[in-house]
């Protein structure tokens, strides 16, 4: 969804290294969301948010951290990467009402070696 | 709490074939039901949705019904293409009041290959 752009796409790096996540979003939606995906393993929410001044923990927030810096942009971070934290990283977004469906981007994945 | 779960995988179909994936949720309430696909290389884009027991979502071919009695929501397709090849999530929403309101709960995803 080109309306969902997240940065880097692909990225690759050392253990212990802090590395920040970029998502922004053209939507105008209040809810964003960052989840990893591994296989077998479907998609696992990390952090949510639900407006600017709204931070939550998702199912797997242990060694990530997010700030969202405005309604459009909301960035995750690995504060010191390990090698299980290797996966595929989706930002997504969605609208404040009922039943509505997220948004998600294309991905980053992210390597740690 | 609320949890998806979904047919072991792979799924590996002829074109033409019949498709069906179960998907099966455990849940407070009434939630929204959703699927999802995922393209090689994109990420999830929604296939279709059901808010309310009884609903079929429907969208390119599939369809699925929301049966609150069997807490079931099975993925279906009638005559799959080599275009369908990608993996399928099924997620759900609680609604107001559940225990994961606002967020999706995916199922571990089904990954479907259609061969000419």
């Known amino acids: 969804d080109a309306d969902v752009t997240q940065t880097p796409r692909n990225r690759i790096t050392k253990t212990g290294k802090r590395i920040m996540l970029e998502c922004s979003q053209t939507?105008?939606?209040?809810?964003m969301y960052w989840y990893r995906q591994d296989p077998g393993l479907g998609l696992r929410l990390i952090y949510y948010?639900?407006?600017?001044?709204?931070?939550n923990k998702g199912e797997i927030s242990d060694g990530y951290s997010v700030s969202r810096q405005a309604q459009a942009k909301f960035s995750l971070s690995l504060e010191s990467a390990i090698p299980n934290q290797t996966a595929l990283y989706f930002c997504?977004?969605?609208?404040?009402?009922?039943?509505?469906?997220?948004?998600f981007g294309d991905g980053t994945r992210l390597s740690i070696l | 709490g609320d949890s998806v779960t979904q047919m072991e995988g792979p799924v590996t179909l002829s074109e033409e074939a019949c498709l069906t994936i179960n998907c099966t949720y455990t849940a407070t309430g009434y939630p929204s039901l959703f699927w999802y696909v995922q393209y090689p290389g994109e990420g999830l884009q929604l296939l279709l949705k059901a808010t309310k027991a009884d609903d079929k979502g429907s969208n390119k071919g599939f369809e699925a019904t929301y049966r609150k009695e069997t807490t079931s929501f099975h993925l279906e397709k009638g005559s799959v293409q080599v275009s369908d090849s990608a993996v399928y999530f099924c997620?759900?929403?609680?609604?107001?009041?559940?225990?994961?309101?606002?967020?999706?709960?995916f199922g571990q995803g089904t990954i479907l290959t259609v061969h000419p």
């Open positions: 997620a759900l929403s609680a609604n107001a009041g559940g225990t994961s309101y606002g967020k999706l709960t």
């Open positions: 997504a977004t969605s609208d404040f009402q009922e039943n509505q469906p997220q948004h």
């Open positions: 939507k105008g939606h209040d809810r």
């Open positions: 948010s639900f407006d600017v001044k709204d931070i």
